[in-house]
């Protein structure tokens, strides 16, 4: 069994890294405070093939597999975790279209959200439907030419910032199989958006509510076929749960790296304050934490690649797992900067805002524990 990662991948995590740090890190409290992410960092990621990181080949997309696009996750989230983890959003959706799109809206969609000069949401959450998803109300009409869409989606990431949203909307009767999956495209009558949330973290990403009262779309822009689209849904989300604890493991290393590099310098009692063994044990432990999160997660998206049968209940452990270790490695590191900790110079605090959400979205860390036990007692 080898762990190691080939050449290949070592260099993915290497262009990852390496752009996050000259490109986002620097900006990362500025685009917080702004509260939105510049439309022209975009387009740079995509000419690293970032804008459709497991979209087809064919599609001219990357075609990477799950494993490889962790990497790229986990070493962007160490300059922001925000904005990788919009990323991700943006990529989930791309995959969507490319997986269950027509012919017609692959032609029209594709290259643009892979250029990225097309920006993708993902609507599922409803303010009265969170983890029971299922239990949605957004309606979707069949009109002449396609569907008039009508409803409130809440928390979205890149509401009124993106360029089209895939809304899970009701078709038919209640329950999952009334559920399908269409593309709304910014602009189209009848959309708008609530206020600005005021988030902990993750203040970097506009997050709006998306509002739809009788707003169109053609026929061509429902993915698949109606009545599947929350298996989609739920299908996108294995994915979207390894980049999210990706983007944990990344952030919080960062923490971690720093936090050495500042014991190091700091001094109490006469010498470093990392000569200290109760401190030292502390850092081990830390250490120790995020090798075993990674390895697990490395461990999940190897069996969503390979089609393993128990891919999705790996895919939740590993989100709960990775995304509970790296909050608590990054709280643990913003209390051994002792006070600096706590000021926004030292970026510890953010990363510790921004990783506390990780454990409610893509499904909460509750229901993973409820996938998980569920496929241990069918």
């Not at 303010?127 to 030419?145: E, F």
């Not at 008039?148 to 909307?169: E, Q």
């Not at 936090?259 to 401190?279: C, H, N, P, W």
Request: glycine share 10%.
């Amino acid at each position: 069994m080898d762990f190691a990662l080939t050449e290949e991948q070592s260099a993915i995590f290497d262009m990852a890294r390496d752009f996050g740090a000259e490109h986002i890190a620097p900006h990362a409290r500025t685009w917080e405070a702004e509260g939105t992410i510049p439309k022209a960092l975009w387009p740079k990621l995509a000419e690293l093939g970032f804008g459709g990181l497991y979209v087809s080949e064919e599609r001219g997309g990357t075609g990477l597999s799950r494993l490889d696009a962790t990497l790229v996750f986990e070493a962007l989230s160490q300059s922001c975790a925000s904005v990788a983890a919009f990323l991700s959003i943006h990529n989930m959706c791309a995959r969507m279209i490319d997986a269950y799109g027509t012919d017609a809206l692959k032609d029209r969609m594709l290259p643009k959200a892979l250029s990225m000069e097309t920006i993708l949401s993902y609507c599922l959450t409803e303010p009265g439907s969170g983890s029971d998803a299922a239990a949605l109300k957004t309606k979707a009409a069949r009109d002449n030419s396609g569907y008039l869409l009508t409803g409130t989606k809440a928390f979205i990431s890149g509401g009124g910032y993106s360029d089209a949203y895939i809304v899970m909307a009701r078709t038919s009767d209640d329950g999952p199989k009334g559920i399908s999956a269409i593309v709304v495209e910014d602009g189209a009558a009848g959309l708008s958006f609530g206020g600005l949330e005021d988030k902990m973290g993750w203040r970097s990403q506009p997050t709006r509510q998306v509002q739809m009262d009788s707003c169109p779309a053609p026929a061509e822009n429902l993915l698949g076929e109606e009545g599947q689209g929350f298996k989609y849904a739920m299908a996108g989300l294995d994915g979207g749960r390894l980049n999210i604890a990706a983007c944990s493991i990344g952030a919080a290393q960062a923490a971690l790296d720093q936090t050495v590099a500042y014991m190091a310098e700091r001094r109490a009692f006469g010498k470093s304050i990392d000569q200290f063994q109760g401190l030292q044990f502390r850092l081990a432990d830390m250490e120790i934490a995020l090798q075993s999160a990674r390895t697990f997660l490395r461990q999940a998206a190897w069996k969503l690649d390979t089609g393993a049968p128990d891919a999705t209940k790996f895919c939740a452990m590993a989100k709960k797992l990775c995304t509970e270790t790296g909050s608590n490695v990054a709280d643990q590191c913003l209390q051994l900067h002792g006070g600096y900790g706590y000021l926004a110079d030292y970026g510890v605090e953010k990363i510790v805002r921004d990783l506390r959400v990780h454990q409610i979205l893509e499904g909460t860390n509750e229901i993973m524990r409820l996938i998980t036990a569920r496929h241990m007692i069918q």
